[in-house]
Antibody
């Protein structure tokens, strides 16, 4: 079955760079149409899409955060890494990674459990 | 950006009754080449990640009970739960995946009356 799991620091200081890893199983990021995205959710608030990387290394970013985000993949390790620079307390959120199949549902079929990142000095 | 506006923000429905949640997109999410609306509905229970319920506006994800249905009329989308069960208490989000940035509605909190 398909699983995804986010890992990374639970606490970062303002101005630091956050690095999160999504480790997945049950699918390959070399399969045509498949992508992995990142979505965040501040406590008690709505979901916000951040970035997406496809099987062919096509990368998409939220324009409002593009200057701070980098998404990469390591297909040999079944991992996708998101970095977010210049972290601020308003970036405190649960970060989710999720699988997207462009040719199937087109939307985010499978989600990790999420990891809460707190930004505080 | 495409703005997704859900209504109501919260909703209380009696067990066994119908629950209806609305979502309006600020512009079309319909690809005329394949006649599909790039609109999904998710359910999120406390402490859990979102769960995909509906995609292409009206296609139920595998394993989702058939009391959940989605419909569309232009840029107006509706999620209907035909007979509310206790386990349906959650926050529901619509999301468009037509354009970057993908955007979500603000969420609708569904409770039992």
């Amino acid at each position: 079955q398909i699983t995804l799991k986010e890992s990374g620091p639970t606490l970062v200081k303002p101005t630091q760079t956050l690095t999160l890893t999504c480790t997945f199983s049950g699918f390959s990021l070399t399969t045509s149409g498949v992508g992995v995205g990142w979505i965040r959710q501040p406590p008690g608030k709505a979901l916000e899409w951040l970035a997406l990387i496809y099987w062919d290394d096509d990368k998409r970013y939220s324009p409002s955060l593009k200057s701070r985000l980098t998404i990469t993949k390591d297909t040999s390790k079944n991992q996708v890494v998101l970095t977010m620079s210049n972290m601020d307390p308003v970036d405190t959120a649960t970060f989710y990674c999720a699988q997207k199949d462009y040719y199937a549902s087109g939307s985010f079929n499978y989600w990790g459990q999420g990891t809460l990142v707190t930004v505080s000095s | 950006d495409i703005v997704m506006t859900q209504s109501p923000d919260s909703l209380a429905v009696s067990l066994g009754e119908r629950a209806t949640i609305h979502c309006k997109s600020s512009q079309t999410v319909l690809y005329t080449s394949n006649n599909k609306n790039y609109l999904a509905w998710y359910q999120q229970k406390p402490g859990q990640p979102p769960k995909l319920l509906i995609y292409w506006a009206s296609t139920r994800e595998s394993g989702v009970p058939d009391r959940f249905s989605g419909s569309e009329s232009g840029t107006d989308f509706t999620l209907t739960i035909s007979s509310l069960q206790a386990e349906d208490v959650a926050i529901y989000y619509c999301q468009q995946y037509y354009n970057i940035p993908y955007t979500f509605g603000q969420g609708t909190k569904l409770e039992i009356k």
